[in-house]
């Protein structure tokens, strides 16, 4: 039996006459990397809008290791630990990558009333910061810990999302098409950190991603979506193999 860490059921969500969200249900298994796909207007973005507390349902209800979320706001379910790549303070240029990794976490010292008694805080922060060189270690940018973070390449940067989500100890992230606009070669290396840290931490990711053909190998369970559904499910390359995603989305010509 899966150990479903986020789940849905026959979840609803009409704009006017446009069901956007069709009666989907998914469940997401702990600890893995997992793929949303589908064309354009499928309903991809709608569906992690609801499941974040950006979008309110018109039917259905979502579960979060174990509690039901169908009802909270966006911070209220990334308190509890389900984080969307920007809901984790984005990437600030002019400070430094270590600076960047701090942010993501509240220090006692921001406090108006404990800032004066730092006596109070001081043993915390040290701790953060060396969680913070931890976390730095896992992403393989502990060496460019001093580096301004707008001097970073765009892949580092969306290494730095991810390594927001686990210093501010989130259980699952979602991100939005994480190799969009990288070079092949480092496309290959995003994910392939973005496996280990899976594996290494028990992070769960769930992936909106339209390169299927770099994706799929780092994948360890795949979603087709498309107007408003989800068409097919399961093991990767058998899920792009269905009738129904090919004749939807890849195109008959379509091969990995």
Same mark, same amino acid.
Request: hydrophobic share 45%; net charge neutral.
């Given at each position: +039996? ?26 997401? *298994?702990? &600890? ?28 259905? !209800? ?31 240029? !002019? ?9 993501? *976490? +509240?220090?006692?010292?921001? @406090? ?55 210093? @501010?100890?989130?259980? +699952? ?7 969009? &606009? ?9 994910? *392939? ?8 931490r028990r992070l769960t990711v769930l992936?909106?991603? !339209? ?13 087709? +979506? ?8 399961? *093991? ?21």
């Open positions: +039996m899966r150990d479903a860490i986020l789940v849905t059921k026959n979840l609803l969500k009409k704009f006017g006459d446009l069901v956007a969200v069709d009666n989907v249900s998914i469940d997401v *298994e702990r &600890g893995t990397l997992t793929i949303l796909f589908g064309p354009n207007g499928a309903g991809k973005t709608t569906l992690v809008n609801i499941i974040t507390g950006y979008l309110k349902k018109d039917y259905g !209800h979502v579960w979060f290791d174990g509690k039901d979320i169908s009802n909270l706001s966006a911070i209220e379910t990334f308190r509890l630990g389900l984080a969307r790549s920007f809901q984790i303070p984005r990437v600030f240029p !002019h400070l430094t990558v270590l600076e960047n990794i701090l942010m993501a *976490e +509240m220090n006692p010292g921001e @406090s108006f009333i404990k800032a004066p008694f730092k006596f109070t805080w001081r043993n915390v922060e040290k701790e953060k910061i060396q969680k913070a060189f931890d976390v730095l270690a896992i992403l393989g940018l502990e060496d460019q810990w001093d580096k301004l973070a707008g001097e970073l390449s765009g892949g580092d940067m969306k290494i730095l999302d991810v390594g927001k989500a686990l210093m @501010s100890n989130s259980k +699952m992230l979602l991100i939005d098409e994480p190799i969009a &606009g990288v070079n092949p070669s480092f496309s290959h290396k995003i994910l *392939e950190r973005i496996r280990e840290i899976v594996k290494a992936i909106v991603e !339209h390169r299927l053909d770099i994706a799929l190998k780092y994948v360890d369970y795949a979603y087709a +979506m498309a107007g408003g559904k989800i068409i097919a499910e399961g *093991e990767p390359y058998e899920v792009v193999k269905d009738p129904k995603v090919i004749e939807s989305y890849l195109g008959e010509k379509y091969q990995i």
